[in-house]
């Protein structure tokens, strides 16, 4: 599963799921939506296509691709390599429209997104090492630092990005 930014009021403006689903129609083939109003597709060498804007306001897609025999035959097939290439077209031109960003953007809001992990990591590694080798660090101290990691821990698990505020109050803390 894969999520992607979407630029702010886009959900709103697109209709949510009903106007995922319809946006898919114009990119992808045998499109059914259940009763979330997550849509199933596919086209060319994408095998299937599942999608929906989750509750982070995020596109959450799942994509299974041709593989091995299959992908060979397909592309050694009458116009398999153009069909292929039409595929991928579509996938970047249906993102596009999806999340409001282009390739370069959504890989911007990707590389920003990995950088709030990995600083909550380090604020959370950080404080267990101040708390172990810091010797009479006040006990209300410790349960403030406990209970921001639990947040952020919570956060991480859920996939969400944690707020740089978050990790400045840990890291405020020692």
Do not use: C
Request: hydrophobic letters at 35%; zero cysteines; proline letters at 2%.
């Amino acid at each position: 599963m894969e999520r992607f930014a979407v630029k702010r009021g886009l959900v709103k403006s697109t209709g949510g799921n009903a106007g995922l689903a319809k946006l898919a129609t114009n990119y992808f083939e045998n499109i059914n939506v259940d009763a979330e109003g997550v849509f199933t597709g596919s086209y060319g060498l994408l095998v299937q296509v599942q999608g929906s804007y989750d509750s982070a306001g995020k596109l959450a897609v799942e994509v299974e691709q041709m593989k091995g025999d299959a992908l060979g035959e397909f592309l050694e097939s009458d116009g398999g390599r153009e069909k292929a290439m039409e595929s991928r077209r579509r996938w970047s031109s249906f993102l596009d429209e999806a999340t409001g960003y282009n390739a370069k953007q959504r890989g911007d809001k990707a590389k920003e997104e990995a950088k709030k992990f990995s600083k909550a990591k380090s604020a959370i590694e950080m404080a267990h090492k101040s708390m172990q080798l810091i010797s009479g660090i006040d006990p209300s101290v410790i349960e403030r630092a406990n209970e921001l990691i639990q947040a952020l821990e919570e956060k991480i698990e859920a996939g969400e990005p944690p707020s740089e505020t978050q990790v400045k109050k840990l890291n405020d803390l020692f």
